[in-house]
């Protein structure tokens, strides 16, 4: 875990949560690609210099959890326990995610908090003893409504279908527990309106408000067909639901009814990720059972789009075999960071291309970007041996590549750190890169180091000087999203001597022109994107 500058101030902590995950299998493209844009988020935030709390985890009770253990012949447990530490903990280590906390439903600090938060309920008569009968997709785990369903064709003529998993819904007959979410829908609908960001994008938020508006049902929220699960504390044959008890981890894992020190200074979350998928249990179900705890509601519930594959959204099973570890051993793990959120308008579907991600890798990383950063090294050490030298005069055309910074940062934090649109400020960042590029080529530091006037090397000077300031400045706008690739410029601009280190580098003040010291020492580094190898054949 790489998280850093969150124990630093009081107040409360810019708290970011990815949904916690099902871990009915390893992780894919579709999982790394919400987790990625929480750790670019809260990277952001820290190099604002704000304490920022990043949840993940992972969702380990229901039906579905229980069906892939029994299959592989295994208890539940200890399939969750294989697959967290081989599998999913180490992919996020490699993908170099700085999660403050990671948070597992069958850990004891979530189970019990969970039993007192429904108990609660109940005490309150929020909960009732009821029976339902219905479609149930076990994929979703969710009772669908008979208007949600497909008609199934081939092998599935003449049942009903999940619209997600195109699998066949079962019909459940159960009593149980139901809460009354049904008293929360005039409640909710006047919190959407009156904060109209609650719910993003605007398609999302139109999504929920058609849901909502038609009217909500109770929600069931026990089982009593099998015992994976938290048992409900005042009825031990029914487990909770699995919905209610992952929602939950948000409140648990932040010290809910245990640590109200650390629980008052980090909830309610400030964004919670979510795919589309699952965005009415977040913005309809989590807010209802928070509202009848009376506690406070998150600020932003922010639905991302889907990875497809063939049309469909990318899952388990129609993967085509392509393994997060596939891409990130041919491109790189920054690279692999930075594509998604590059390629993707955040909250639309979007495609993976192995294509269209080489030639996005060659053109704007290798060739723009690692580029740039080789030859303004290489002149340093050529004209300066490797010594910075100080800037002189500035002409206008230095004046545009600060105007040119001001703006980047401008608009990468806004867009990165307020709207969540990643693609946007990351485009912000290389449009100056691109500027920079253009700059030299206009200015040509090779044919002005061949004129040996002190004009000529003062000339030569501002121009080198311009350009590796001005990746002084990328490699702190960058770093949220390609850690490493940053700490590789750092470190051949000599900038940790003299500015300390990347961690510390506040966005606010990247834009600041002249930061890095004349005398500072360059080298050639690392290349930072070096050459594609040939496409693996399967
Ligand atoms: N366990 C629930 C979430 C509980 S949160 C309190 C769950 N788990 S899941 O394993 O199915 O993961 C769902 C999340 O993974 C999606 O909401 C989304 O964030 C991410 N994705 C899974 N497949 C995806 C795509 N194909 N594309 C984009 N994101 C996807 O639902």
Redesign the pocket.
């Known amino acids: 875990m790489a998280a850093t500058g969150s124990e630093q101030q009081g107040g409360k902590a810019y708290y970011v949560t990815?949904?916690?995950?099902?871990?009915?299998d390893a992780p894919?493209?579709?999982?790394a690609?919400?987790t990625v844009a929480g750790d670019v988020l809260t990277r952001w935030h820290r190099q604002r210099g704000e304490r920022v709390w990043f949840l993940t985890g992972?969702?380990e009770h229901g039906q579905k959890i229980m069906r892939s253990a029994d299959a592989h012949g295994v208890s539940p447990q200890e399939w969750c326990d294989q697959l967290v530490e081989g599998a999913w903990k180490p992919l996020w280590e490699h993908l170099e995610i700085g999660n403050n906390d990671f948070i597992r439903t069958t850990q004891k600090r979530h189970t019990d908090r969970v039993q007192e938060f429904v108990q609660d309920l109940y005490d309150k008569g929020e909960i009732y003893k009821g029976g339902y009968e219905g479609p149930y997709c076990v994929g979703?785990?969710e009772y669908k409504l008979p208007g949600e369903l497909l008609d199934g064709e081939g092998e599935f003529a003449g049942q009903k279908l999940c619209a997600i998993h195109k699998k066949p819904v079962e019909i459940l007959s159960e009593e149980n527990y139901f809460f009354r979410l049904s008293a929360y829908g005039e409640r909710l609908l006047a919190h959407y309106e009156a904060d109209p960001d609650f719910i993003q994008p605007e398609s999302a938020r139109n999504e929920v408000l058609n849901f909502v508006r038609q009217g909500l049902q109770d929600l069931s929220i026990s089982r009593s067909t099998f015992d994976w699960g938290i048992p409900i504390p005042w009825d031990a044959k029914h487990v909770i639901y699995?919905?209610v008890d992952?929602?939950l981890?948000?409140a648990t894992a932040v010290g809910y009814n245990e640590n109200q020190e650390k629980f008052e200074s980090t909830f309610p979350a400030d964004v919670h990720?979510?795919?589309?998928?699952?965005l009415r249990?977040?913005a309809v179900i989590?807010p209802a059972m928070l509202m009848a705890q009376g506690l406070p509601l998150p600020g932003r519930v922010a639905a991302?789009?889907?990875?497809?594959?063939g049309g469909e959204?990318?899952?388990k099973s129609n993967l085509t075999g392509i393994k997060p570890q596939d891409l990130t051993s041919h491109f790189g793990v920054d690279a692999y960071r930075w594509y998604f959120l590059r390629a993707i308008a955040f909250g639309q579907?979007g495609s993976f291309s192995w294509e269209d991600f080489t030639a996005r890798y060659t053109s704007e990383l290798a060739n723009d970007y690692g580029n740039l950063a080789s030859r303004v090294a290489a002149m340093v050490g050529k004209y300066f041996d490797g010594a910075l030298p100080a800037a002189t005069a500035d002409s206008e055309a230095e004046k545009a590549v600060h105007e040119g910074l001001a703006t980047a940062v401008r608009e990468a934090d806004r867009k990165i750190g307020d709207q969540l649109d990643f693609q946007g400020g990351i485009l912000a960042v290389f449009d100056f890169v691109k500027q920079v590029n253009g700059y030299i080529t206009e200015q040509e530091p090779w044919k002005v180091a061949k004129d040996t006037s002190d004009e000529g090397l003062a000339r030569l000077a501002t121009i080198l000087y311009t350009a590796a300031e001005s990746l002084r400045a990328v490699a702190v706008l960058l770093h949220p999203v390609m850690p490493e690739t940053s700490r590789k410029l750092w470190e051949s601009l000599g900038a940790e001597e003299s500015l300390g280190a990347l961690d510390d580098q506040l966005v606010q003040e990247a834009g600041g022109w002249g930061r890095l010291p004349a005398g500072t020492k360059v080298t050639k580094g690392a290349v930072l994107f070096p050459r594609l190898e040939e496409k693996p054949t399967a």
Do not use: R
Not at 18 to 24: A, F
Not at 28 to 31: T, V
Not at 273 to 278: E, H, Y
């Open positions: 990815t949904p916690i995950y099902y871990v009915n894919h493209l579709g999982h690609y919400t992972t969702d979703c785990e699995v919905w992952a929602l981890n948000y990720l979510v795919g589309k998928d699952i249990f977040h989590w991302n789009g889907w990875l497809m594959v959204k990318m899952s579907d």
